[in-house]
């Protein structure tokens, strides 16, 4: 008797210390989903708004028959500023940025939550994951991103390939298009962006997380600098836009295709178009040395940005 009335507060001093400890547990990972959340938003902002001229470049260059050359990439750029104005080079950058600051927030939290879910499954919980897993990780990642923000990547690149005088804004592109071509037109070209991601964002992360470990590993320090940051970002944009690039100008064509004279078509068809009018490497790969160039710078940024910005956060915190 005298047992159990000692056992009583017992067990329920530590049923209250499991409920206290999974209260303190759930509340770190709203935390972590928040903070991973905001560097995310950041990261993607800033990227994308450094390089906006020339991706800007890059679209108009994929969704015409224009032979691409370093110097008519020049001259666009140039007759963009002279015609429109300086700021008419980040046209389309508004609509970049209500794709972008959801897209980066979303890739970069799903991909930290993929992390930890697979870290778990394999047993590696809280190291870095062996590469299957890595690669698997920063491919669902980016397919979450995608599917959850596609139509506005379409939106900015009917902006990015129009005049002012065809839409004026972006609320303006999305009643257009639902009013004149039907809110399926949205999701045209899904099906090429999804596939040119999964290569892309796996790819992207699996090199900059692969090369952090492999920096942690030989270095003994346990963080990189921030320039080296960067050099990991630079090589793993270089590497995921290099692998993907061929999808990115079907995908590209498929969603200007009602504003650009190409008939709308699926994605053998399309490519079948680019291939007949352009030749294979010419067409697929029409404006990649532009992407060399800018693509990583952006993902650098990225990177660096939304890793510091983590670190930063975690000061804060704690």
Known sequence: MGNGVKEGPVRLREDAEAVLSSSVSSKRDHRQVLSSLLSGALAGALAKTAVAPLDRTKIIFQVS????????????LYYTYLNEGFLSLW????????????YAAIQFSAHEEYKRILGRYYGFHGEALPPWPRLFAGALAGTT???????????RARMAVT???MYSNIFHVFIRISREEGLKTLYHGFTPTVLGVIPYAGLSFFT?????????????????YPFERMIFGACAGLIGQSASYPLDVVRRRMQTAGVTGYPRASIA???????QEEGAVRGLYKGLSM????????????FTTFDLM???LRHLQS
């Open 291 to 302: 992407n060399w160039l800018k693509g990583p710078i952006a993902v650098g940024i990225s």
């Open 208 to 224: 900059y997380e692969t090369l952090k470990s492999l920096h942690r590993e030989y270095s003994g320090r346990r963080q990189p």
């Open 269 to 275: 068809c399309t490519l079948r178009t680019i291939v």
């Open 65 to 76: 028959s224009k032979r691409f050359s370093a110097k008519e990439a020049f001259r666009v």
């Open 91 to 102: 046209r389309g950058n508004s609509a970049t940025m209500v794709r972008v600051v959801p």
């Open 163 to 165: 005049p002012k005088e």
């Open 145 to 155: 991103a995608a599917s959850l923000t596609y139509p506005l990547d379409l939106v």
């Open 310 to 312: 983590q670190i930063l």
